[in-house]
């Protein structure tokens, strides 16, 4: 798919979940709430293995879950004028923010990001931020590992402080000489041609627009 096509993709879903927003939760809302979510889980099924999308759904929807619990005890326990299915909608919306983030980091590559950043003047700040999703994984796993190795042997948690944090300081040092000797490359965009899958965004997307201006305007 071309950028200006995945661009318009993520732009529409967040916009969608923006409308979603300022609408009251009727049965349109939740329609259109649910083909938000069908784009979502769509695009993240294409570009990872069903396994990956059922953690990650199961990591989001375990805190939001924990908050719904307790906002609709609040309700029925303490008279809480909210409404419950406010309260679910509010929660779903959440959901699909956190799957067009995923959808997002996964659309675009860093050096588009960087690339994206250029043109609107934070060349620098794009490069930040596509430095740290870049080594962010490496820490993270290295986090992971650890973590695992603090369970199989049953001690404290708090053990594996110290370790992780002067790996974290070592791997930013290292990263930083990188950089200080040989500078961060100038992104580069790979020229791809539209074809029938631009095509197909490019109609769900406006088609997501459309239906929530449709639902605004009711």
Same mark, same amino acid.
């Given at each position: 798919m071309t950028l200006a096509s995945r661009l318009l993709l993520v732009a529409s879903v967040f916009l969608g979940i923006l409308i979603a927003a300022f609408s009251a939760p009727t049965p349109a809302s939740w329609v259109y709430l649910s083909a938000i979510a069908f784009v979502e889980l769509g695009v993240i099924k294409v570009l990872n293995k069903p396994v990956t999308i059922l953690r990650a759904l199961v990591f989001i929807c375990f805190f939001v879950f924990l908050s719904l619990s307790m906002r609709l +005890? !609040? +309700?029925?326990?303490?008279?809480? /004028?909210?409404?419950?299915?406010?309260?679910?909608?509010?929660?779903?919306?959440?959901?699909?923010?956190?799957?067009?983030?995923?959808?997002?980091? #996964?659309?675009?590559? /860093?050096?588009?990001?960087?690339?994206?950043?250029?043109?609107? !003047?934070?060349?620098?700040? !794009?490069?930040?931020?596509?430095?740290?999703?870049?080594? =962010?994984?490496? +820490? =993270?796993?290295?986090?992971?590992?650890? $973590?695992?190795?603090?369970? =199989?042997?049953?001690?404290?948690? +708090?053990?594996?402080?110290?370790? &992780? &944090?002067? $790996?974290?300081?070592?791997?930013?040092? #290292?990263?930083?000489?990188?950089?200080?000797?040989? !500078? =961060? /490359?100038?992104?580069v965009l790979g020229k791809t041609k539209p074809g029938e899958r631009d095509l197909l965004v490019i109609s769900m997307s406006l088609a997501l627009i459309l239906t929530g201006i449709l639902l605004l305007s009711r």
């Open positions: +005890i !609040g +309700i029925f326990l303490f008279n809480n /004028p909210l409404n419950p299915t406010t309260t679910v909608y509010a929660a779903l919306l959440l959901v699909e923010a956190f799957l067009g983030i995923t959808m997002l980091l #996964q659309l675009i590559s /860093p050096s588009e990001l960087v690339w994206l950043a250029s043109k609107v !003047g934070f060349k620098e700040a !794009g490069r930040v931020l596509a430095l740290v999703l870049t080594h =962010l994984s490496s +820490i =993270l796993l290295a986090y992971s590992e650890v $973590y695992v190795v603090v369970k =199989l042997k049953k001690t404290r948690s +708090i053990l594996a402080l110290k370790p &992780l &944090l002067v $790996y974290t300081i070592e791997y930013g040092g #290292q990263i930083n000489e990188a950089i200080h000797l040989y !500078g =961060l /490359p100038d992104p």
